[in-house]
């Protein structure tokens, strides 16, 4: 299951669940991904979701202490 998916189906299956457990699954879901491509904490990753009139704004952000560089890059 690819993020977009996952996402998609706690949004959709899991409506009363409360915005900090959502924020949570979201940071550990980033904090995955960023790890791939740079050293960071799982601390330093910050989620804020903001609704209004049903339209969602997600931030995220996060400090990287450095770039693990790939061995092969994609073209």
């Known amino acids: 299951m690819n993020l977009n998916e996952r996402l998609n189906m706690v949004i959709k299956h899991n409506k009363k669940a409360s915005p900090e457990q959502l924020k949570k699954i979201i940071k550990s879901d980033f904090f995955y991904l960023i790890n791939n491509y740079f050293e960071a904490s799982f601390d ?32």
């Not at 990753?45 to 061995?71: M, P, Q, T």
């Open 44 to 75: 330093d990753v910050i989620v804020e979701i903001n609704e209004k009139d049903g339209e969602y704004k997600i931030n995220i952000s996060c400090k990287g202490d450095r770039v693990k560089f790939a061995r092969v890059l994609p073209e």
